[in-house]
């Protein structure tokens, strides 16, 4: 006879400890919490300061603002001295938990500072920590219904309203969430493939080689994705651009044109929203035209600049024909101030998605339809099977702030970026080299004292050292390759403060004569 279990054991008597999961949550996030809330507050107060042109100083060892105390690596990785504990428990785990938070936020580069302006992201915000919390607290996985329930239907409905705003309103249009922008990309090379070339799903490339074209100054994840893939980066084209930074349609057609005479096989056009050093829109209804005269799949990467498509205005004049490609890449945590990573890969017809990508899983997938419309097991549209639930990410925020946030938001950044252009053209001592109107929310200029460049070596040098010296005085910014020599690539956002783009102009023009430019 089996014993029956108690309240506190199992069938055979044993007892069991109760389970304390609750209380532990509570009290690690009440600890954690008293560490996290001051690090977004020093920046929240530093902020109050930007506009003099130097962060609040921190005291304490080296030069340190709230943005960031950097170290070299070398040095870095001796102050943490990491190490992994051969065992501990309770109070004692608690305090190298505590240890381990206070030198990852005393080390690492503060995003909610105003003077974060290197990368085309930014912070997040409250309600974006809220939707990091419940996904961390669910931890599902969002490749089958059975699991993700709540999250698939989510997603589904997300993609479809994001989808809806690029003008897709087919029946069949709709989106799949990616774990970035460069995923994005990489997965459209992929199902435009084997959408054009069926047979290349289960035979491979047959001999052919295939080409892609892409922006001169477009992202390196199209050639990342090429060698990935067997199709080999030297096969992905650089179309020309004009002054603009913008694809030249009848270069691009030339080069098509030109590819097939040499018996090569081009499938694929990526246009670009937003390009990453200009910023720069490609003319999407020129560029679908040669894409339909040589029967050419057109993928529009809007990691950077799709996020426009929430403002009427912007959306009008940077994303015009947008609705003409076949796919779309859109990634919310770079202007949108979503948590990161949250990308989405949309198209006009789920269903080349998902003749494209499935394969049966019987241990896996037991949802098997006909219609994409019922296809609720989403990794069977997508590379990977392990799928975070991104999307809830962007839902969240939508539930709480509402379309006109996200639309006010993008027309404050376009707002900011003009009136940091307008502050450097105000001065003698900056050259820029950003095309106008500035097509999205980043500036490209040169530090020349009294306008005057000098050759690109030395313009080059100038940048880095600049850039080098506004660490330490609370503001982050990056540089990149010019026309005459590296020159700097400012991000600003719609939660950019004037008085921040006014302190960043004084820093450049006090570091540089600091360093004797």
């Given at each position: 006879?089996?014993?029956?279990a ?5 069938g ?5 400890e109760p389970l304390?999961?609750?209380d532990?949550v ?6 954690t919490?008293?560490?996290i ?9 530093d902020a109050?300061t ?15 603002t ?9 040095k870095?990785k001796?102050i943490?001295?990491?190490s ?5 428990s309770g ?13 990852v936020?005393q ?11 290197d990368?085309?992201y ?15 607290v669910?931890?599902t996985?969002a ?5 993700s ?20 309103d087919?029946e ?21 493939r ?5 047979e290349t799903?289960t ?10 074209f ?5 992202h ?9 893939f067997g ?5 992905v084209?650089?179309v ?6 913008e ?8 080069l098509?044109e ?12 990526n246009?670009?929203a ?6 720069s829109?490609?003319p ?14 057109l ?20 994303l015009?024909g947008?609705?003409l490609a ?9 202007m ?5 990573t949250c990308?989405?890969l949309?198209g ?7 003749k494209?990508?499935?394969l049966?899983?019987g ?8 219609s ?13 099977c ?9 839902f969240?925020?939508l539930?709480?702030y509402?379309?006109q946030?996200f ?24 050259v820029?080299s ?5 097509p999205?929310?980043?500036?490209c200029?040169?530090f020349?004292r009294s ?5 690109e070596e030395?313009?080059g ?6 850039a080098n ?8 910014i990056?540089?990149?390759?010019g026309?005459?020599?590296k ?18 102009v ?12």
């Amino acid at each position: 006879m089996t014993p029956n279990a108690d309240s506190n054991g199992v069938g055979n008597g044993t007892k069991e400890e109760p389970l304390n999961r609750a209380d532990e949550v509570q009290e690690l996030l009440t600890a954690t919490q008293e560490l996290i809330i001051p690090f977004i507050r020093s920046a929240d107060e530093d902020a109050a300061t930007k506009h003099t042109g130097h962060g609040l100083a921190v005291p304490g060892g080296e030069p340190r603002t709230a943005l960031v105390e950097h170290h070299p690596p070398q040095k870095l990785k001796q102050i943490l001295n990491l190490s992994v504990p051969s065992s501990r428990s309770g109070e004692e785990g608690k305090e190298g938990l505590l240890e381990l938070v206070k030198k990852v936020l005393q080390y690492s580069v503060n995003t909610w500072d105003q003077g974060f302006m290197d990368k085309l992201y930014g912070s997040t915000n409250a309600v974006g920590l809220v939707s990091e919390l419940m996904l961390g607290v669910l931890n599902t996985n969002a490749h089958v219904y059975q699991v993700s329930p709540v999250l698939t239907l989510i997603e589904k409905h997300t993609t479809e309203y994001l989808a809806r705003l690029f003008g897709y309103d087919g029946e069949h249009a709709g989106g799949i969430s990616q774990p970035g922008g460069s995923a994005s990309n990489s997965s459209a090379i992929v199902i435009a493939r084997n959408t054009l070339f069926p047979e290349t799903k289960t035979d491979g490339m047959s001999g052919r080689k295939f080409t892609l074209f892409t922006s001169q100054h477009g992202h390196y994840s199209m050639e990342k994705a090429a060698q990935m893939f067997g199709l080999g980066s030297k096969n992905v084209i650089s179309v020309p651009v004009n002054d603009r930074g913008e694809i030249i349609p009848e270069e691009l057609e030339k080069l098509v044109e030109e590819s097939k005479e040499r018996g090569e096989t081009p499938f694929f056009v990526n246009g670009t929203a937003g390009t990453t050093v200009l910023g720069s829109f490609d003319p999407f209804t020129e560029i679908s035209a040669v894409c339909r005269r040589h029967n050419l799949w057109l993928h529009i990467d809007g990691s950077w600049g799709g996020s426009v498509v929430f403002n009427p205005e912007y959306k009008a004049t940077r994303l015009k024909g947008a609705e003409l490609a076949d796919s779309i890449a859109i990634t919310p945590h770079k202007m949108l101030g979503v948590p990161m990573t949250c990308s989405f890969l949309l198209g006009k017809d789920l269903r080349q998605f998902w003749k494209a990508m499935t394969l049966p899983a019987g241990y896996l997938f037991h949802n098997a339809s006909d219609s994409v419309n019922d296809i609720y097991d989403l990794a069977d549209l997508t590379p990977q099977c392990g799928r975070r639930a991104d999307s809830l990410k962007m839902f969240v925020a939508l539930t709480y702030y509402g379309e006109q946030h996200f639309s006010d938001l993008v027309a404050r950044g376009y707002e900011n970026a003009e009136y940091l252009l307008s502050l450097l053209k105000k001065s003698e001592n900056f050259v820029t080299s950003s095309p106008e109107p500035l097509p999205c929310d980043q500036i490209c200029f040169y530090f020349a004292r009294s306008g005057k460049l000098g050759v690109e070596e030395r313009n080059g040098e100038i940048t880095a050292s600049v850039a080098n010296r506004l660490i330490s005085r609370g503001y982050m910014i990056d540089f990149a390759p010019g026309p005459h020599g590296k020159f700097f690539r400012v991000v600003v956002n719609g939660n950019t403060r004037r008085g921040t783009l006014d302190g960043l102009v004084k820093a450049i023009e006090e570091s540089a004569t600091d360093l004797g430019y």
